[in-house]
């Protein structure tokens, strides 16, 4: 406009309130070399890595777990000796290498691999911009959400082919059906019970694997876009390292995925796998009552977490590694596009 000041010439002032930085809008957008075979190839190598970790912790774990329960923890380099050569010389330390490889291979290529993929094709294209903080944790929530819901029965069948499998060593001979290994006890069942063990307890399964997922990705993305800014504290100078930013936001991803899980994991514990009473009655027929007998005097809501440290640091840690890998890998990467400016228009 036009503006006259104590008899000076007529000045242009230039209000041109678009001039500013813009955020873009919540939309999908396909980021600079964007390749979606090599997305598939990276869920994949993702989830392999995944059943790998998982075998092999499992291979460590469980015999040493048992063995806590007969000798004591050790506290000295001699005593840890002791432990490791009995626990090498357990059952489920010899002979379940090469089929508990092969069976958590085959579930992280088929959960795993489904989730990180989808994530990664979905979720991956949303921009941030540079020089803004981010605000829009909407469509990431939406978006882990959905893909817990896509993918959550897949654990199912792996779940309960494994639970058959286990049982099948503590049975009597005269009723033990001699599973060779994963692949031949859900041949076995297929064949002798049909289809229905495979999706039996549907229900928390499903609702652990969903929370699961939903954690995850949800506060993995949501903590990495945030520590983005803290790479360079708002100069030049290099900031906090980049791999304790990663080990911070996985750790939070990772706790808060099992966190928000787990309460399914105990309530199917609740119904299936606790001793009858006195009469010989389970103490809960359905997960239904199960829940709400949970949220009733005889139960605190904080009892739902049971135990959830424990479960922490035996599913922890194959899935904080895993995680870490895929973000290495460029899953969880987040496609940063720079900051749009509109200029003034030109003075006449």
């Known amino acids: 406009m036009y503006q006259e000041i104590e008899g000076q010439k007529p000045v242009i002032i230039a209000r041109n309130h678009n001039a500013r930085t813009r955020m873009i809008y919540y939309r999908w957008m396909t980021p600079p070399n964007w390749n979606p075979a090599w997305n598939l190839q990276q869920a994949q190598l993702s989830g392999l890595y995944f059943g790998i970790t998982k075998a092999l912790w499992n291979q460590i774990y469980n015999p040493a777990s048992d063995l806590l329960h007969y000798y004591q923890a050790p506290d000295s380099l001699h005593s840890l000796r002791i432990f490791v050569r ?16 092969m069976f958590n291979s085959a579930y992280g290529l088929a959960f795993q691999t489904s989730r990180f993929y989808l994530w990664k094709d979905y979720a991956g294209g949303y921009p941030h911009e540079f020089h803004t903080v981010n605000v829009d944790w909407g469509k990431s929530l939406i978006t882990a959400g959905a893909i817990g819901l896509v993918t959550c029965w897949i654990p199912v069948p792996f779940h309960n082919v494994s639970i058959r499998f286990e049982q099948d060593k503590i049975l009597p001979k005269e009723y033990a059906r001699g599973y060779r290994n994963h692949l031949h006890a859900a041949i076995t069942i297929l064949k002798k ?14 609702g652990e694997a969903f929370g699961e997922t939903l954690g995850l990705f949800f506060w993995t993305d949501f903590w990495k876009e ?9 100069t030049d100078q290099p900031g906090t390292p980049e791999c304790w930013l990663r080990a911070a936001y996985v750790s939070l991803g990772v706790y808060s995925g099992l966190f928000m899980g787990y309460p399914f ?20 027929t359905n997960y239904a009552e199960a829940f ?17 440290h424990a479960y922490l640091f035996k599913a922890g840690v194959p899935l904080f590694l895993t995680t870490w890998f895929a973000d290495s890998i460029g899953i969880f990467d987040q496609a940063v596009f720079p900051a749009i400016y509109v200029s003034a228009p030109p003075e006449d």
């Open 265 to 284: 994991r105990l309530l199917r514990h609740f119904v299936e796998e606790l001793p009858k009473n006195s009469k010989g009655e389970l103490f809960f």
């Open 292 to 308: 709400w007998k949970a949220l009733s005097d005889q139960f605190y809501i904080a009892q739902m977490w049971n135990g959830f």
């Open 193 to 206: 019970d049909g289809m229905y063990p495979f999706v039996r307890s549907a229900g928390p399964i499903m």
């Open 86 to 101: 009995q626990m090498m010389k357990m059952e489920n330390f010899r002979h379940e290498v090469i089929s508990g490889i």
């Open 226 to 234: 945030k520590s983005r800014h803290m790479k360079h504290w708002g």
